[in-house]
């Protein structure tokens, strides 16, 4: 059964700071990646989406990379902001499955 | 339209009660999904529509739980003889063709059940 763990839980940075969220999962055969993010009492916005032949995916300041052999992913962003705000998700799409398991979320604070 | 969207936004019923939530896929979508996403929990897969079809039903928590989709766009989640352990956001997502496609997500229905 596939898991997806996000480390670290929560993270506060001051503005301005580069950071990484961390995003592993077990089981290495997956179709694909999808990091989202999520405002406190909304929906997902869809951020990056890394298909399994890819290695990076970039936009503006995110970067999103993927090392399918060892199950591991991370969220790359630049000069944080305080609209950075929220929690950031990732899942993975399994092989042979249309349905994404996702991790439980780094919930980040950007602080002025 | 522009996204997914989902209504009622927000949703109270008393325990035993049934409700009908609703998810507007964006336009051309063929793939459907429902999550839930309880307090503190991460989010759960419920079931998978391409087209009208549900290849994909094994997160349904129970047979009170159930879900259309007609016309191959709109899907309704319906839960029979709601339980307090229900309560939770309920969120619908679409995407173009299913897997290696990128998902697009609405905004949710808060379900509380009382």
């Known amino acids: 059964k596939q898991e997806v763990t996000q480390i670290p839980a929560a993270l506060s940075v001051p503005e301005g700071e580069n950071l990484v969220l961390n995003c592993s999962f077990t089981d290495s055969a997956i179709y694909n990646l999808q990091w989202f993010r999520q405002d406190p009492g909304k929906g997902l916005t869809s951020l990056l989406l890394i298909q399994s032949s890819q290695r990076e995916q970039t936009s503006g300041r995110l970067n999103a990379s993927l090392d399918k052999s060892s199950g591991r992913s991370t969220l790359y962003i630049a000069a944080s902001q305080p609209g950075d705000s929220a929690t950031y998700l990732c899942?993975?799409?399994?092989?042979?499955?249309?349905?994404?398991?996702f991790g439980k979320g780094t919930k980040l604070t950007v602080n002025p | 339209g522009a996204g997914v969207s989902q209504s009622p936004s927000n949703k109270v019923t008393e325990k035993g009660k049934d409700v009908e939530l609703r998810c507007d896929p964006i336009s051309g979508h063929t793939a459907l999904y429902w999550y839930r996403q309880s307090l503190g929990q991460g989010l759960e897969f419920l079931i998978y529509f391409q087209g009208n079809s549900a290849p994909d039903k094994s997160g349904l928590p129970s047979d009170r739980f159930s879900a259309e989709r007609t016309g191959g766009s709109v899907s309704t989640l319906t839960i029979q003889r709601t339980q307090q352990e229900d309560s939770a956001v309920y969120l619908c997502?679409?995407?173009?063709?299913?897997?290696?496609?990128?998902?697009?997500f609405g905004q949710g229905t808060r379900l509380t059940v009382v």
């Open positions: 997502a679409s995407s173009p063709s299913g897997v290696g496609t990128e998902a697009f």
């Open positions: 899942a993975v799409t399994q092989g042979g499955s249309e349905k994404l398991v």
